[in-house]
T-cell receptor, first 111, second 117 residues
């Protein structure tokens, strides 16, 4: 049973464009929502994370938007670059950091 | 500060065999979690160790077992391998679950690619 649902499965964006990935969850015990970036043959690397007491967090070109009432959160990648081409995973966990991951979104940035 | 390391990088086994995968935590981290990532899917939580004790387990059978050592390195053991065990096995470390050492960040290693034939 997938506890975190992620969409789309893949997306293609032009260089300089905006990539948007959406996730939804059901478990109200979740209180930590990280996004990970993974390149082929590598482990996931933490990009940015948010807790439900804030609705938005921005770090550089990456922004998380969080809607607690809808139990949804999203990642926006602004000014997408070819180096951003990777698979992105949303995840969620309760306070004990046992992460439940989404199925992943493969992002391709066209030059 | 050294990162999370895992060994071996790749491994090929046959059905029914046993395998041991190893993980060295990032310096100062006392919590290790193991995940299984099948091809094209997100990682699935296997179990977590905190200060050498198992601290929760995902939906994996008992033939998946683990250990954490006093230096906080860890092992994942899988007995009676099945074809579906073919996956990338990831470990992630963090610096604690509570108190002053608690951190939100889990650092993942590069993984061990296990192929079961």
């Amino acid at each position: 049973q997938q506890q975190v649902k992620q969409s789309p499965q893949s997306l293609i964006v032009q260089k300089g464009g905006i990539s948007i990935i959406n996730c939804a969850y059901e478990n109200t015990a979740f209180d930590y929502f990280p996004w990970y970036q993974q390149f082929p043959g590598k482990g996931p690397a933490l990009l940015i994370a948010i807790r439900p007491d804030v609705s938005e967090k921005k770090e550089g070109r990456f922004t998380i938007s969080f809607n607690k009432s809808a139990k949804q959160f999203s990642l926006h990648i602004m000014d997408s670059q070819p180096g951003d081409s990777a698979t992105y995973f949303c995840a969620a966990s309760p306070h004990d950091y046992k992460l439940s991951f989404g199925a992943g979104t493969t992002v391709t940035v066209r030059a | 500060e050294t990162g999370v390391t895992q060994s071996p990088t790749h491994l090929i086994k046959t059905r029914g065999q046993q395998v041991t995968l190893r993980c060295s935590s990032q310096s100062g981290h006392n919590t290790v979690s193991w995940y299984q990532q099948a091809l094209g899917q997100g990682p699935q939580f296997i179990f977590q160790y905190y200060r050498e004790e198992e601290n929760g387990r995902g939906n994996f059978p008992p033939r998946f077992s683990g250990l954490q050592f006093p230096n906080y390195s860890s092992e994942l053991n899988v007995n009676a391998l099945e074809l579906d065990d073919s996956a990338l096995y990831l470990c992630a470390s963090s610096s604690g679950l509570a108190g002053a050492t608690r951190t939100d960040t889990q650092y993942f290693g590069p993984g061990t690619r296990l192929t079961v034939l």
